[in-house]
């Protein structure tokens, strides 16, 4: 997959897609039928498969002090749509300038004359442009005109109503994983490198693989069983595991993290890049009368995900 940030300066081979538009926070199972409409449009007229997004977030450009909302950062979306099939990302730089252009504008400059696309697919819902002025429609009629064709998408349903990225964050305030998972159609991934922390878990007999949360809506706060991919380094690979998310009460912390600690695994995973799947939620964060104590609810914890983790 080839990653395009500059609309302004486009390579030949770059030119010519088939995309979907939008910000495909979690990439769900919405964001993956938008994508299969762009990768069926684009066999017909033998295009690459195309998603145009944006980064950071417009909601992030736009009110950058609120509380923290997407499912996953730029990175961890980018892996997403690549085992996705997704040959060109374009992640233009959500800037100023690029929020003052008007829908038509945004229409010629970007989609038409900078990055040459071919055919576009949205969401029903779709708005573009500076004040979010311009909706699918608009974007059709504009397609018509300059030379790109235009499909607008259904909004998906699921069992439980509409499939959305806001549905998904509230299934995962809830302690909900599994739910999330359904509408994701793959499970919650927090994913980063990890860290250096205070080595506490290490002299308990549990030492635990440390990664911030920063930046991410952060899912009720407890222990989870997970099931952790160690993406680079010398042990890469799958595993199993235990995680506690949160602010450690225990141990009065403050800044939320994720903490994992890797079911039968030894060696040291610090700078590795981790992408840890919430699977279930198994209970809240606690503060016990002693580490006795906590050490025998952490070993409960474990055979427990075990547990879980050994079903189909």
Not at 8 to 26: Q, Y
Not at 229 to 243: C, E, I, S
Not at 247 to 264: A, C, I, S, W
Request: a negative charge; charged letters at 25%.
């Amino acid at each position: 997959m080839r990653t395009i940030r500059d609309y302004t300066f486009v390579e030949p081979a770059d030119r010519g897609a088939s995309v979907a538009i939008g910000n495909f926070d979690g990439v769900h199972l919405g964001h993956q039928a938008v994508i299969d409409i762009a990768r069926r449009e684009g066999r017909k007229i033998d295009a690459p498969l195309g998603i145009l997004t944006f980064e950071p977030h417009p909601r992030e450009f736009f009110a950058p002090d609120a509380p923290a909302f997407r499912l996953m950062g730029a990175e961890a979306r980018a892996h997403r749509l690549e085992k996705l099939g997704v040959e060109r990302l374009y992640e233009l730089s959500f800037n100023a300038a690029l929020s003052a252009l008007s829908p038509e504008e945004f229409a010629t400059r970007v989609i038409a004359q900078g990055l040459g696309l071919r055919h576009v697919v949205v969401g029903a819902d779709f708005c573009f442009g500076k004040g979010r002025a311009g909706n699918a429609a608009d974007l059709q009629r504009f397609g018509a005109a300059l030379g790109f064709g235009v499909t607008i998408a259904d909004l998906l349903e699921g069992q439980n109503g509409e499939v959305s990225s806001t549905a998904i964050r509230q299934a995962l305030t809830d302690g909900r994983p599994r739910d999330a998972a359904a509408m994701l159609g793959h499970w919650h991934r927090i994913e980063g490198r990890v860290i250096s922390g205070e080595q506490r878990g290490r002299d308990l007999g549990y030492p635990t693989a440390n990664m911030s949360i920063e930046g991410l809506h952060p899912p009720r706060f407890g222990v989870y069983a997970v099931m952790v991919d160690v993406l680079d380094g010398p042990h890469k690979g799958q595993y199993q595991g235990a995680a506690s998310l949160g602010v450690r009460p225990m141990f009065q912390g403050e800044l939320p993290n994720l903490e994992t600690f890797l079911f039968d695994f030894s060696g040291d995973l610090y700078g590795a890049d981790l992408s840890v799947a919430l699977v279930e939620y198994l209970r809240p964060e606690e503060v016990f009368d002693s580490l006795e104590a906590f050490i025998a609810q952490m070993d409960a914890d474990c055979a427990r995900a075990r547990d879980i983790l050994a079903r189909p």
